[in-house]
């Protein structure tokens, strides 16, 4: 696609008709969204140096609602293709892997057995979570999980290297590589599909879910910086 078809009015709150839904977005989302992918703290965790028990003890309270959001997109997919690529990643990354890393991870950082008192972003980013999950919404749906997800591909992919202590290095890889870039393009590609057939009202909703999550996301590494 050339760079003229990637460019976005900021300033227009509809979408530029050659520029995909989902670049259009993420443009309306901004300063946020550069702000999280350039985060101070997500740049520590690069360098292996971000202090992750408190950061982690949080992320780890989102692991069930994120699960339930995965297994409404799978429940609200327009298509057999949709469900079958979110259902692998639900049972492949998140119910396996990435729950794995949580526990010896919070293990190695003398992270509490008994869940911590949650932050108020970690209250309002599991609510929104729950909000879209039981709206049934699959564009919705969508929103979030893009957000949560591409958000993290954009700081992870800009780490230089990879540090030596498993807790950062395998955080960053969770979030990077071929297989996590493949999952991103496939939601921003469910976006792209189904965003041009949305009318005005249903556009303006996936935007405030959009611009909601990419806000909680600046706001949860606030939170971890301190």
Same mark, same amino acid.
């Given at each position: 696609m050339s760079e003229r078809s990637e460019r976005i009015d900021e300033h227009n709150?509809?979408?530029? @008709?050659?520029?995909?839904? @989902?670049a259009w977005l993420?443009?309306? @989302?901004?300063?946020?969204?550069?702000?999280?992918?350039t985060h101070p703290f997500a740049e520590a965790i690069g360098s292996g140096t971000a202090d992750m028990r408190r950061y982690l003890e949080q992320d780890f309270q989102f692991v069930d609602a994120f699960t339930a959001l995965l297994g409404a997109a799978v429940a609200a997919a327009d298509t057999f293709e949709s469900r079958a690529a979110v259902g692998r990643f639900l049972g492949q990354t998140v119910a396996d892997t990435e729950r794995g890393y949580f526990h010896r991870a919070l293990a190695e950082l003398g992270?509490?057995?008994a869940p911590p008192t949650l932050e108020p972003v970690t209250i309002e980013f599991?609510?929104?979570?729950?909000?879209?999950?039981?709206?049934?919404?699959y564009p919705l749906i969508l929103a979030v999980l893009c957000v949560a997800e591409w958000t993290y591909l954009g700081w992870a992919s800009r780490?230089?290297?990879?540090?030596?202590?498993?807790?950062?290095?395998?955080?960053?890889?969770?979030h990077s590589g071929?297989?996590?870039?493949?999952?991103?393009?496939?939601?921003r590609g469910e976006l792209d599909r189904l965003g041009p057939g949305l009318d005005e009202n249903g556009r303006a909703r996936v935007l405030d879910v959009f611009r909601r999550a990419t806000t909680l996301e600046r706001g949860f590494f606030d939170m971890a910086l301190g």
């Open positions: 709150e509809e979408p530029e @008709s050659r520029a995909p839904f @989902s993420r443009s309306q @989302s901004e300063p946020d969204w550069t702000a999280v992918v992270g509490e057995p599991r609510a929104l979570m729950d909000e879209v999950r039981r709206s049934q919404d780490t230089a290297g990879l540090p030596e202590g498993f807790v950062h290095r395998e955080w960053i890889e969770l071929p297989e996590f870039e493949a999952w991103v393009g496939f939601l």
